[in-house]
């Protein structure tokens, strides 16, 4: 599957803004799909993951309740809403997709990844 991120920009702090993850290629909804960030000099962040069909979601305690992620298979898309945006949300995100949604939340258990979008929130 070939992924691309897309919707990122920026942004001041309070702001919302929606990131896009479009897949190509083999049937959408057999992966599980995350999103990850990385800042620079940080290690790479995961942030998000939704099950095959939606019904499952998870999140990293720094954005649970402001994040939210869906997606639509219709679509063969996983968006990530986000809401009140810090300065500390600034980023390249990435998203990316497995077919084993039980593997853990590391990036190295990921086998398809997208490009990245740079979101930039200012203070």
């Known amino acids: 599957v070939q992924l691309q991120a897309c919707g990122g920009g920026l942004v001041q702090g309070g702001d919302a803004l929606t990131l896009s993850c479009v897949a190509s290629g083999r049937t959408f909804s057999a992966y599980a799909v995350s999103w990850f960030r990385q800042s620079p000099g940080k290690e790479r962040e995961f942030v998000a993951a939704?099950?095959?069909?939606?019904?499952?979601?998870y999140y990293h305690n720094s954005v649970k309740d402001r994040f939210t992620i869906s997606r639509d298979n219709d679509k063969r898309t996983v968006y990530l809403q986000m809401n009140n945006l810090r300065p500390e949300d600034t980023a390249v995100y990435y998203c990316?997709?497995?077919?084993?949604?039980?593997?853990?939340?590391?990036?190295?258990?990921?086998?398809?990844w997208g490009q990245g979008t740079q979101v930039t929130v200012s203070s």
């Open positions: 990316a997709a497995r077919t084993d949604w039980y593997a853990g939340s590391t990036s190295t258990t990921y086998d398809y």
């Open positions: 939704v099950s095959y069909g939606g019904a499952n979601r």
